[in-house]
């Protein structure tokens, strides 16, 4: 039993490169399937998010994978492969219990991530890319991760990129209760966002939505209030901060749109693909972050994290290891399984013949005598090759091991 995972992230690639090959929870099941039609791939599971796009397959070549990605997202391969990264056999299983338990995030022990492999999961298994392999993986690395879940702290100092966002804005301006916030996106991270606004006390904001409809603004802004996308440029010029975390193929802000704010403004782009055209950045009074602006954060639950990190490393590898050994009993399992199906085969062919002979009215002893005989060659016939051949090689390894499992002096 043996996977394989490429993939990028924010370790390895640049938010330019992650931005052009990250997928749309919409567009996963088009894409799993010309995966599979492509490279004739049965079992694949796709996770993007806004820090890495990744590829897991139960068997075939890493380069396959790439390759097929480069060329679905008309990219030059080349400079894919020279960001990404390639895992086989048990070293998936190690890549993606850290993905899950958020120690390969940049928020370390974030985890929305478990909640986005989720999503993915059910909708590779509804694509019908998910196979027994592929299910088998899947489903010890949830089991483990729920473990060392309850069993470190790793999670309870743990942040999102929605409260390390919160946390910067707080930085920049002690005292935004009165400062006017503009929210774009109703998704979980948004959701996120809004539940630390009001924990750190921001009354006057509200969210702008592509499905609200059009509404007369009232004076006084409340986090209640969810008005249209289209109502967006007439904002602008009245926020003080505006949060972005959509998931958009096209910029929903741009240096034409904000080119007249005369206010000081915070952007906060937490979109990948970008929300915010890079070019904002040249407006003197804009003040832009995006996802990688917030990797310089330092929270005060850090040095917990990273002591619950290490204890979860080692978790990790104990896992590993507590894998690796179910592996081995599976496919001890499969082989013996196999071994017992192919003589019973064979017991079933010989007594069909042997019931023949009798009922033409053949002596009981002398068919008994040739069916023994019929059977024993059969079980016989593929070891006793095997072992001829080791003979004249001088294969000791193998002679040794079949005089062992036979009980025979050599």
């Not at 919160?166 to 209760?177: E, H, I, M, N, R």
């Not at 916030?181 to 009001?198: D, E, F, K, M, Y």
């Not at 009354?203 to 059009?214: E, I, M, N, Y």
């Not at 008005?227 to 901060?241: F, G, I, K």
């Amino acid at each position: 039993m043996s996977h394989v995972v490429v993939g990028i992230s924010h370790n390895t690639a640049p938010i330019q490169l992650r931005e052009q090959v990250a997928f749309l929870l919409d567009d996963l099941s088009d894409a799993l399937q010309c995966l599979s039609k492509t490279t004739r791939i049965r079992e694949a599971y796709i996770l993007s998010t806004c820090n890495r796009t990744e590829i897991y397959s139960q068997i075939g070549s890493p380069d396959k994978l790439l390759s097929w990605l480069a060329q679905y997202r008309d990219i030059a391969y080349s400079q894919l492969a020279t960001h990404a990264y390639k895992y086989q056999g048990t070293q998936v299983f190690n890549h993606m219990m850290r993905v899950a338990c958020g120690l390969d995030s940049m928020i370390l022990g974030e985890p929305q991530v478990l909640g986005q492999m989720k999503e993915a999961y059910l909708i590779a298994r509804k694509a019908g890319t998910i196979g027994q392999q592929l299910q088998y993986l899947i489903d010890k690395v949830f089991a483990f991760t729920k473990t060392i879940r309850s069993q470190t702290p790793l999670h309870a100092k743990s942040i999102s990129i929605a409260c390390t966002m919160v946390g910067l804005l707080k930085a920049q301006l002690p005292d935004f209760s009165s400062k006017r916030i503009l929210l774009i996106g109703t998704g979980r991270t948004s959701q996120l966002v809004a539940t630390h606004l009001r924990q750190q006390g921001a009354t006057h904001w509200l969210t702008v939505s592509r499905d609200a409809p059009w509404v007369d603004l009232p004076r006084q802004w409340s986090g209640e209030l969810v008005v249209s996308m289209a109502m967006l440029p007439m904002l602008l010029p009245t926020v003080d901060v505006i949060i972005s975390a959509c998931t958009v193929n096209q910029p929903l802000l741009t240096k034409a749109m904000l080119a007249s704010v005369k206010q000081a403004v915070w952007i906060f782009d937490l979109g990948v693909p970008r929300n915010v055209d890079e070019q904002v950045n040249d407006l003197p009074t804009i003040n832009l972050y995006n996802i990688d602006s917030l990797q310089k954060v330092v929270d005060d639950g850090w040095l917990i994290r990273k002591k619950a990190a290490e204890v979860a490393d080692q978790q990790i590898i104990q896992a590993t290891l507590s894998y690796q050994k179910w592996q081995r009993e599976v496919a001890n399992t499969n082989m013996l399984q196999a071994l017992r199906k192919t003589l019973q085969i064979h017991q079933q062919q010989e007594l069909a013949w042997a019931s023949r002979h009798l009922a033409a009215g053949e002596s009981a002893d002398a068919v008994l005598e040739q069916f023994a005989r019929r059977l024993m060659n059969k079980w016989l016939h593929v070891p006793t090759e095997r072992l001829r051949r080791a003979i004249q090689e001088q294969q000791d390894t193998l002679l040794n091991s079949a005089c062992e499992l036979f009980d025979l002096d050599r």
